[in-house]
């Protein structure tokens, strides 16, 4: 993964690990003793292209340690896999999870990579059965081939949809129970929590509000983080990264919207200090 080492134009992520996980998460690497939040997330709490990630923000505006556990294409997969992270979040105080897609976890229509969740394995011959003739040997990702699917038969997308968001619902169900300490459940997106659509796009995918509301009440707090105006316009100000890598740099959240993350979720972390 090149983002993780520095280069010319680049930001020196310090990927570090925590015990034997085999996930690599944004440096410095935090001491575990006494008091602390552990933050997980994709690529937004990792924070690619951005100096200082919300995750950092935060500890600067707690006075306390914030752990990152921020990793480009993990989700509720690669976390629940990973008994170094679960030890880890088992440990901390507070733990803030940032809302993740319902297209990259194992179902019972494919399976997804351990760790890296944005990568399609294979179909079930059940998803085979639905969409006959599409050769999924070609798809490497799980966005591509839904999106694949979804143009070869919108009437037929409606059962894959179902069954992500099931999965989706059952995986976070099993996430946060297996976190004893408070929740706080971050939703960072382009618009809030809306209806359910089944369509393939917009991010966190296929997450509605009907699923964050039957995660409401295993959680201590929700916040909703919609960028404003002012922070669109702001776009990649700040942000370091290589002229090659532009196009992605677009793509991610900017400084701006990590600094309203941070200022949405600061008060309700001193609340549970």
Request: charged residues 20%; contains cysteine; neutral net charge.
């Amino acid at each position: 993964m090149a983002y993780d080492y520095a280069g010319e134009g680049s930001l020196d992520y310090m990927p570090c690990r925590y015990g034997r996980s085999r996930l690599l998460f944004r440096g410095p690497r935090r001491d575990l003793s006494g008091w602390f939040v552990a933050v997980l997330g994709g690529i937004e709490a990792y924070g690619r292209y951005i100096p200082q990630p919300y995750p950092a923000l935060l500890e600067a505006g707690l006075g306390g340690k914030v752990v990152n556990l921020g990793c480009p294409n993990a989700g509720p997969d690669a976390w629940l896999g990973d008994p170094a992270v679960m030890d880890v979040v088992q440990r901390a105080a507070v733990v803030v999870v940032q809302v993740p897609g319902a297209a990259d976890l194992s179902n019972r229509f494919y399976t997804v990579h351990p760790r890296r969740n944005d990568r399609f394995l294979r179909a079930s011959p059940l998803l085979q059965t639905i969409y006959r003739g599409v050769d999924f040997t070609d798809f490497s990702f799980t966005r591509h081939m839904l999106r694949s699917l979804f143009e070869a038969g919108p009437e037929r997308f409606g059962l894959v949809a179902e069954e992500l968001r099931s999965a989706w619902c059952a995986r976070m169900a099993g996430l946060l129970a297996g976190i004893p300490g408070r929740k706080v459940l971050l939703w960072m997106a382009e618009a809030p929590p809306g209806p359910p659509r089944d369509v393939p796009f917009g991010e966190p995918l296929l997450v509605d509000a009907g699923m964050m509301e039957r995660l409401a009440g295993r959680v201590d707090a929700a916040v909703t983080v919609v960028p404003s105006a002012a922070a669109r316009a702001r776009g990649m100000e700040g942000m370091v990264f290589p002229p090659m890598a532009e196009p992605a740099a677009r793509g991610v959240p900017g400084v701006a919207v990590h600094e309203e993350v941070a200022a949405a979720l600061l008060p309700v972390l001193r609340g549970m200090m």
